[in-house]
């Protein structure tokens, strides 16, 4: 059973009513979100990004994008 909470004071709060019996044994696991780092300076980005004497030698669209993000994740 997977119950949502919150932590309030350093004590794990059941949200939605929910209650465990006494004594049960129980697991934690913390889902912590994405660090996202930011660069304090702000520049516009400079394309191409590879420097290549054939821009745009890719239609990227989004049946191709699909197929992209497909293959990068059978590839992991």
């Known amino acids: ?9 350093g ?3 059941l949200e939605g009513g ?3 019996p006494e004594g049960a ?14 660069s304090p300076i ?3 980005v400079q394309l ?3 420097k290549t004497d054939r821009p745009g030698s890719v239609a990227l669209t989004n049946d191709r994008i699909a197929e992209i993000l ?4 059978a590839s992991s």
Not at 1 to 9: A, E, L, S
Not at 70 to 73: A, C, S, W
């Open 70 to 73: 497909n293959e990068q994740d």
């Open 1 to 9: 059973m997977i119950v949502p909470g919150r932590v309030q004071n």
């Open 42 to 44: 702000r520049q516009p």
């Open 25 to 38: 044994a129980v697991r934690v696991s913390y889902h912590a979100g994405p660090v996202i780092h930011v």
């Open 48 to 50: 191409p990004l590879v």
């Open 18 to 20: 929910a209650t465990l």
């Open 11 to 13: 004590v794990v709060v």
